[in-house]
Each structure stands twice: as C-alpha cells, then as structure tokens.
Antibody, heavy 123, light 107 residues
Framework: EVQLVESGGGLVKPGGSLRLSCAVS????????MSWVRQAPGKGLEWVGR??????????DYAAPVKGRFTISRDDSKNTLYLQMNSLKTEDTAVYYC??????????????WGQGTLVTVSS | DIQMTQSPSSLSASVGDRVTITCRAS??????LNWYQQKPGKPPKLLIY???SLQSGVPSGFSGSGSGTDFTLTISSLQPEDFATYYC?????????FGQGTKVEIK
C-alpha cells in the first residue's frame, strides 16, 4: 500500500521559512515524479511544483506564485520529498499535499495523495 | 498558463439523479484531462484520467467524456457517498492547473 505522510507544517510569521517533509512508502520512490499541491482554507487546489526522478534528470518546475521562494528536493536514500519555503506570505496559508505523478509516457495524473499538512502564515 | 473553468460552481441534487459537470480549457488540451473527487477534510481522489479512463476501483457510475476544450463528468445515478466537491485538472502542460471545483450538495 502506497503511503505518503507529510510533516513540518505550523504557524510562521510573514517573511519566515518552513521546511515540509513527505515520507513515502509502498512505492519505488526513486523512480517517481513527485509534486506538491496546496489548498487554501475553503478554496480550490493549486499546483505548487514538482521534481522529476534523478533518472529523468531530477529537474524541478514551479508555479509562478512560488517560483524563487520555494524549493523542492528529494532524498531517495530516505524515500523523502521536501519543500523548502522561504519569504512566506499570508497568501501561502494552505494545506500542503505531497502527491505522486502517475501515468505513462502520454498521460499524467495525481494518483496518490498524502493527508496534508497545514501551513499558517500570520503575524 | 491554461485556465480551467468548471460549471456549475455548485449544484443540489437528489439520490438517484443523473449529474453532469462541465470543464472548459482556455486552449485545446486534447484528452489530457483528469477528474478528482474531494470530501471534507480529505485529500482528493482520482476518478477519471485521460478524459474518459476510469481509475481502478472507481465505481462504474462515473464517466468522463470530451476532448479539445470541452469536457464532462457524469454521475449516472447519484449515491449518498457521491456528495463531494469535484475538480478537473489539465495534464497537457505545466503548470498543471485545476478548475475551481463543483460542489455537489444534497437537495
């Protein structure tokens, strides 16, 4: 059974930093492309960014609102995904989900989701 | 970025009703369209991928159709467990983008 468990959320002041972790099991993590998706309270889903597998280059892509402030990384030896968030703004307040990018060469979809971790940015 | 627009934003329906939700993309995305269901306090769940392929384990009462810019999610006979919020998502190109959601409520 695939399990994704996020941690590291909490309350942080505007301008502050936070690092989220996502521990993955039941899945060959090193081969997986991983994304972070967030959801502000009472709002819809917003893709934050993704990291490809090292086999596929290990490159990252980010949504415009977080580019330059957030960094996604991975430690395949620990089956763990990270999201480093710097220069946090109040509008970054959301539940952050760790998600696997499944599919094949033609179609991508988000197939496994963690339960999410809440990040609150407030003074 | 590709904008995804769902309609309606919410709807009220009864158990047994046929429900249709539409999703429109701001440009052609071929069949690169996924549908998710989200219940309160839970993460989303994949229902449909590639516009019309049913994810393993999803009841056959769910179906998807469309290509290009216009897509539809249909629930053939609404069940009590189907009351939730539904999102479309394009997988044509990054940044991956979602529709704003359609909340299906009990009439």
């Amino acid at each position: 059974e695939v399990q994704l468990v996020e941690s590291g959320g909490g309350l942080v002041k505007p301008g502050g930093s936070l690092r989220l972790s996502c521990a993955v099991s039941g899945f060959t993590f090193r081969n997986g492309w991983m994304s972070w998706v967030r959801q502000a309270p009472g709002k819809g889903l917003e893709w934050v960014g993704r990291i490809k597998s090292k086999t596929d280059g290990g490159t990252t892509d980010y949504a415009a609102p977080v580019k330059g402030r957030f960094t996604i990384s991975r430690d395949d030896s620990k089956n763990t995904l990270y999201l480093q968030m710097n220069s946090l703004k109040t509008e970054d307040t959301a539940v952050y989900y760790c998600v696997t990018e499944g599919g094949n060469a033609y179609y991508m979809f988000f197939d496994y989701w963690g339960q999410g971790t809440l990040v609150t940015v407030s003074s | 970025d590709i904008q995804m627009t769902q309609s309606p934003s919410s709807l009220s329906a009864s158990v047994g009703d046929r429900v249709t939700i539409t999703c429109r993309a701001s440009q052609s995305i071929s069949s690169y369209l996924n549908w998710y269901q989200q219940k309160p306090g839970k993460p989303p769940k994949l229902l449909i991928y590639a516009a019309s392929s049913l994810q393993s384990g999803v009841p056959s009462g769910f179906s998807g159709s469309g290509s290009g810019t216009d897509f539809t999610l249909t629930i053939s006979s609404l069940q009590p467990e189907d009351f939730a919020t539904y999102y479309c998502q394009q997988s044509y190109t990054t940044p991956w983008t979602f529709g704003q959601g359609t909340k299906v409520e009990i009439k």
